[in-house]
Structures are given as structure tokens and as C-alpha cells.
């Protein structure tokens, strides 16, 4: 008895592990990235009042049809479009799920998948599970910039699409148009699919806004454009997302999805659509929370030693923590985040989790931090950092 081949060169996530290490040692837990406060109270009510109505059978495999109303309205602007809720939206049951099931519908066995790194660990076992093969492309710190001649040493012939996450986790970079031309250039000559991970879109900062890059001149046709409502209205346990795209691409994401999940949660559907109606102010009034969240994170972390990046679009940043003074800082990233874990109180992820290609060189002595939580666990999680070198 064994299992299958492509389940042997990929493990649990150590995400997940680190929230599981957080609860055992009574941790604050800035390693997964999940609020701890509550989502708007008028989103659970829709929620509620879809269990105690109708809304408790299978809906639509492919969504709710309010729920689909609302995207296509929302992405008919956003993406430049006419985006047709009976055409081109696939609710799925998290970007997890809409990233492997684009995968499984759109790469052949042997096809390469172009994975800027870092990134984020569900990427590769994505491809895997299509019985395609992951290709790095490394992003260089501390700029994080996407380099041109890194994506032409990286294609091939068996090169078939490119993944990008964009605002990215987890350096929390905003990718800036000079990078998008060249992206666009890029996957125009060589024919590539372009699959987003925008999962953080409404997360941004310094007065950024978000473009979605299925809506840039010669990448409309060849783009899936994958979302979520977990992060922007924390309801990460809710487990919904969405896979928009244009046919023929479009069917075959709706059949895969079709027989391996049926349908998302139809309640969660119904209240997700009630979500989608929220005034501007409540965009504009979470942007001003998460910003405050952000520069938090950056102070205490400096007061502990650590040297952060400041993130422009999402809640994550990355920090070097070779120069703190405590003999751990020549630990592996592996090690000091468990120590950190289990000694110190805080939870992060090793800088390592997010590489495949030249791990040692690019992952080690940096961790990520998650600064999705409440002021008072951020204040109380810096007062357990500024113990270390102590």
C-alpha cells in the first residue's frame, strides 16, 4: 500500500503548523495570516438569516446568483470587460481551490508553471497536483522588483503559464506598472496564460490602488483572474473565492470545479453578496485600520532588532532578524521561528517556507510576520518581542 507520486514531493502546510505550535505553547499567533477580530456585524446577520431561511440547499455549481451578479458588476469595471455572471464567474471555496482547480483545467501533465518567489507555499503543490512541474523565478530582496531576464532564463517550450500574486504575500509588494508592461511584453511572445492571486486587492496603502492585471491591454484574453472575500471582510474560515475568466477557459475551470466540490457553502454565498454592497467608507475606514496595524508592526519589530520590509499592499511583512542581539540570530529561519514560537510567545513562518529555488541563499535569516489582529494582541505581542536579546 503507498500512495500516489505526485502526493511525495510536497509536505503539510508548515503554515498551518506554526498556528498548531502557536496553540500548544499559548503563542501570539502572527505566523497564519487570520484576523482576530470579527467580521462586520451585518455580514454574520446575512449569514444567519440565510440558515434560518432558504438559502440551505445546493445553489448553482458555479455560485449563488446574487453572489455572481455582484462579482460581475464589480469586474465588468474593474477588469474593463462585460464579465458575464452565467459565462465567465466560478465560485469556488477559497483561492486555494481556485488556483488548483485552474491548474487542474488549464496545465497538461509535464506543462511548467512559472511561481515568482517568495511564495506562497500553496503555489507548488497546485502544480503538483496537475502533474505539472513548479519553475521558480526569484525575486531578489530587499526590492522584491520583478527582474525580466530572470523570467527569460526561466522559460522553456514546455512553458504553459505564470502565477502571479499581486498585492504579494509575502513581501507585501505592489507590483508597479514599469513591471506589468514587462510582464505583459513577456507573456505576449511566449504565449503564456496569466493566473492572479489578488486576494488582497482591498489591502493597500500610501494611497495605492489596485489594478487588476486581466484588465491591461494584451493580457484581457489570456488571464484568470482569481479572488476572495476571507481577507477583506474577515471571514477567513468561510472558505470563499472566485475564478473569473474568459471561454474558453472559462468552461473548463466550471467542470473541474463542478466535480470536485459541487458548489461553496450556498448560506456563505448569500451573505458574501450582502458583503459586496458595503459603502466606500468602509473600504476607505479598513484601509486606514490596517495602515495603522502596519506601522505598529514595523515600530515594535525595530525595537526588537529586526529589520522589516514595509509593505505596500497586503497585512505581511518580512524581517531579517540577523542582526538582533541574541545568539539565535545565527540560528536557521527554520529554528528561530519555533524558538520564537515556543520561547519568546510570537508565531511567525521561516523565510525559507516561501523558496524552492537556492532556499539557503534566498530564506534564510528572515521570517514573516501577519499583523491581521487587533491593536491590543499587536502591543502585547510587541512587549513579548522586545524581550529577545534581552
Sequence with gaps: MYPATRTTNFNQSMIREMTRLAMQHDAINLSQGFPDFDPPEQIVNAAVEAVRGTANQYTVTWGYPPLRQALAEQYSVQLGWPVDPDVHICVVCGVTEGITTT???????????????????????????????????????????????????????????????????PTGRVFDSREMMALTEFLNRHDLILITDEIYDRILYDGR???????????????????????????????????????????????VHDYSTICAPTPLQAAAAVALGQPSDYWQQMREEYGERRQLMLEMLETAGFCAVRPEGSYYTMADYTAIDAPQAEWDSHRFARWLTTDVGVACVAGINFYTKDRERYGEGTVRFAFAKRLETLHEAGRRLATVGS
Design 103 to 169: 491548474l487542474l483545467a488549464l496545465l497538461n501533465p509535464g506543462d511548467e508553471l512559472l511561481i515568482l518567489e517568495p511564495g506562497h507555499e500553496n503555489f507548488r503543490p497546485s502544480a503538483l497536483l496537475a502533474d505539472a512541474e513548479a519553475v521558480p523565478v526569484v525575486l531578489e530582496a530587499p526590492d522584491y522588483r520583478i527582474d525580466a531576464d530572470r523570467l527569460e532564463a526561466a522559460v522553456s517550450p514546455r512553458t504553459r503559464a505564470l502565477l502571479l500574486n499581486t498585492p504579494h504575500n
Design 209 to 255: 490602488e489596485h489594478v487588476s492585471p486581466g484588465s491591461l491591454d494584451g493580457l484581457i484574453e489570456r488571464t484568470v483572474t482569481v479572488g476572495g472575500l476571507g481577507k477583506s471582510f474577515a471571514v477567513t474560515g468561510w472558505r470563499l473565492g472566485y475564478v473569473i475568466a474568459r471561454e474558453p477557459l472559462s468552461s473548463a475551470i466550471r467542470a
